[in-house]
């Protein structure tokens, strides 16, 4: 995954700019600026409230309602590791311990050396091949500890 | 000549090592001067032979799978590029019995065709419903739709064609036709696979609903959690505008139509139709009060068609054949096909797309083969997380909304995930508060607290407090949240939480079971 960019307000100024035009431009302007940053920060939200002319608590209650935003700096890699129930059944909850135990952290964590960010997911639509993860933007299923253990080790690169 | 060989772009396929087959494959025909066209196709739905590498051949399509990455080399070396033996050749697809029980009217092309080619899309009948929709007319193609029986497959069953009469009569300038692809529900995929094989089919549903309704302007409303869709959706929807199938002059007609993807952001309560256009506004995805029905005030106030993918992916075939066609197939009143999503513990899993009508064992243990850990089928979920959980003595209900609604249960989007004996249904029930507590929009009492009350509840249970009386406690919670939620989320968490109560009261410390009685 690319390197995430240096805050800068006049880019988000830009993001705004460009996408403003779209109806019901927030979440388009959110993903912009959380693909860019890798978060959505303070600054950010004060940028866009007044530039769509809405209030920063607007702003704010939209991203703190969405699971995919946050307003702190995430791992340099984000594993979503599957919880939903057809994952249950194909032994996915041995699975997430395991990769709990290995990356020394719990869901909703960060590693310290800052490496890694441990999220439950609820459903990646790969449930005929359960277990599942995403490790940003890449799939993997049917996984079983050998696979698990690849994919932790693989996060911490 | 050059052969054609075919790698699944299907997210089953890439999670399970598509895209370093494809790598392995360039460069072992570099290497060897074989002259080859990989074709990224979208999956047939056998997950279980996922990636399933196929080769086309003077004698038809030959496939392989599951190939794994490395397996390439030896692949080509048993004779890939003829359709040669190899231990984990399957010979035609189409002939494979898993695929000859189906009857594909929605999932025709998918795994068939090369999904991002229009060519390829028209050669296997795209368009000609499109075609004829727009010959019809506005108020022809929603009799069509209405005579053909489709109910939405999102979840409620609502009949498409008067959803669709709703908003073509509705007054307004503007208006939209929303596709629902937030796909959330555990155990399923079939948006996600109509999206990734055959993009074309979604586009000319929304196309033929435009026509329907006068709209002029699609939106999908897709979930993060599908990066493959977001980009073969995308590139689909601007090769067919860059064709003319979109755009100021749709089709060469009168009507503009054009389409956008939009991203969600990871909410379940998204799909909640309401919540989802709050959300397609730029809103926190709270449930709106109905009415107004989005028929009438919509997306920014104005009339709206928000369906599911798999309801407007139908609609293509039922124009082309006539809706007597598709009516002919199912059962009561669930006409037509339902594409079945098979998962969880299970030996072959995918999806499956049938006529309404087969027995849930006949679908589990026949057409699935049972578990993969190959120990019995203790329990089935059917319809995702808000849905019921099925015992064996239920096996002989026939997929049917209303006869799953009769055994207190429902379809939903038919997904139908499979457990072995070593399930501990407590733990299930727990779940289903758990995610009922994560995903609640918050927005009513009963669904907020009542979840979070309701898993503490539970985990009482679990640690053996007061049993009976805890036990009583979370009937009389779900009680509160079935009658008093706004939408399905709190409204349905009771029907995965009494389920387990009721049909395996064994697994609930075996306490004498009041609920378990009735
Ligand atoms: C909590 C909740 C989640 C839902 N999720 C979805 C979904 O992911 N996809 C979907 O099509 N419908 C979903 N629905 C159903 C929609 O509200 C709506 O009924 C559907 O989109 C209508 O389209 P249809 O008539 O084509 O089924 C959900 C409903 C609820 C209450
Ligand atoms: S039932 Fe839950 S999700 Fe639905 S409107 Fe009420 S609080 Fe929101
Ligand atoms: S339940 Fe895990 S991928 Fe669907």
Redesign the pocket.
């Given at each position: 995954m690319a390197p995430k960019a240096e805050f800068d307000s006049e880019d988000v100024a830009a993001i705004v700019e460009d996408l403003k035009g779209l109806e019901g431009p927030l979440l388009p302007i959110l993903h912009a600026v959380q693909d860019r940053f890798g978060h959505v920060p303070d600054e950010a939200v004060r940028v866009i409230a007044h530039r769509l002319n809405l209030t920063r608590a607007e702003v704010y209650g939209v991203v703190s309602f969405y699971h995919d935003y946050h307003r702190e700096p995430h791992g340099a890699h984000t594993l979503k590791v599957c919880r939903a129930e057809a994952c249950q059944a194909a032994g996915g909850d041995a699975i997430a311990d395991r990769i709990e135990k290995a990356l020394g952290i719990k869901f909703g964590e960060t590693t310290a050396d800052g490496r890694v960010t441990l999220e439950a997911v609820y459903c990646l639509g790969l449930c005929a091949t359960a277990p599942s993860a995403m490790l940003d933007d890449r799939l993997f299923g049917r996984l079983n500890a050998a696979k698990a253990d690849r994919l932790t080790a693989e996060a911490q690169l | 000549m050059t052969t054609r060989i075919f790698i699944p772009l299907d997210s089953f396929a890439v999670a399970n090592g598509a895209d370093e087959l494809c790598d392995e494959l360039t460069h072992l025909a570099a290497r060897r001067g074989l002259d080859i066209e990989i074709v990224r196709n979208g999956s047939r739905g056998m997950a279980w032979l996922e990636p399933l590498v196929e080769v086309e051949t003077h004698q038809g399509r030959i496939g392989y799978g599951p190939i794994e990455p490395g397996e390439m080399e030896a692949l080509l070396d048993a004779g890939l590029m003829n359709g040669g033996a190899h231990a984990k050749c399957i010979g035609d697809p189409e002939e494979h019995p898993f695929m000859k029980g189906q009857t594909r009217l929605t999932f025709k092309r998918c795994g068939v065709t090369d999904p991002l080619s229009l060519d390829d899309y028209e050669a296997h009948g795209g368009l000609i419903g499109l075609k004829r929709a727009i010959e019809m007319g506005g108020a022809g193609v929603v009799d069509e739709v209405t005579e053909s029986g489709l109910?939405?497959?999102?979840?409620?069953?609502?009949p498409?064609g008067i959803?669709w009469k709703t908003v073509r009569e509705a007054a307004g300038e503007r208006k939209y036709i929303v596709a629902?692809?937030?796909?959330?529900?555990s155990g399923t995929f079939a948006?996600r696979m109509i999206m990734e094989g055959d993009p074309f089919c979604l586009i000319e549903g929304m196309a033929i609903a435009a026509v329907a309704t006068g709209a002029t302007k699609g939106y999908i409303y897709l979930r993060s959690e599908y990066p493959v869709a977001i980009r073969v959706m995308r590139e689909a929807i601007r090769r067919a505008t860059a064709a003319g199938v979109l755009g100021v002059s749709m089709m060469g007609s009168a009507q503009a139509f054009d389409i956008e993807v939009r991203v969600g952001a990871g909410a379940?309560?998204c799909?909640?139709?309401?919540s989802?256009l709050d959300s397609l506004e730029g809103k926190r995805g709270q449930v709106r009060f109905k009415p107004p029905l989005p028929a009438i005030k919509g997306l920014f106030g104005r009339p709206t068609v928000?369906?599911?993918?798999i309801?407007?992916a139908s609609t293509p075939e039922i124009l082309a054949k006539g809706a007597k066609f598709y009516k002919d197939f199912g059962m009561g009143r669930s006409r037509g096909t339902i594409p079945l999503q098979i998962a969880g513990n299970v030996r072959h899993g995918g999806l499956f797309e049938v006529a309404f009508g087969l027995t849930l064992g006949e679908i589990v243990e026949g057409i699935a083969g049972g578990t993969d850990t190959g120990k019995p089928i203790r329990a089935v979920q059917v319809g995702g997380p808000?849905g019921a959980y099925f015992p064996r003595a239920l096996f002989d209900t026939p997929f049917d909304y209303e006869a799953f609604a009769e055994k207190n249960g429902l379809i939903g989007?038919a997904g139908i995930v499979i457990f072995d004996e070593d399930v501990d249904m407590k733990k299930q029930a727990r779940f289903a508060f758990e995610f009922c507590a994560i995903?609640s929009c918050g927005k009513c009492t009963p669904c907020r607290i009542g979840a979070v009350r309701g898993l503490e509840t539970m985990d009482k249970v679990i640690g053996g407090e007061n049993v009976s009386g805890n036990l009583e406690l979370v009937e009389d919670l779900c009680n509160t949240m079935q009658f008093g939620s706004l939408?399905?989320?709190g409204g349905?968490t009771p029907y995965p939480v009494m389920s387990a109560i009721r049909h395996f009261p064994e697994d609930f410390e075996g306490t004498p079971m009041r609920v378990a009685a009735e």
């Open positions: - | 109910r939405g497959r999102g979840g409620a069953g609502f498409t959803k629902n692809a937030d796909e959330g529900d948006d379940y309560v799909g909640e139709e309401t989802l928000i369906n599911n993918v309801s407007l808000l989007h995903e939408c399905a989320l349905f």
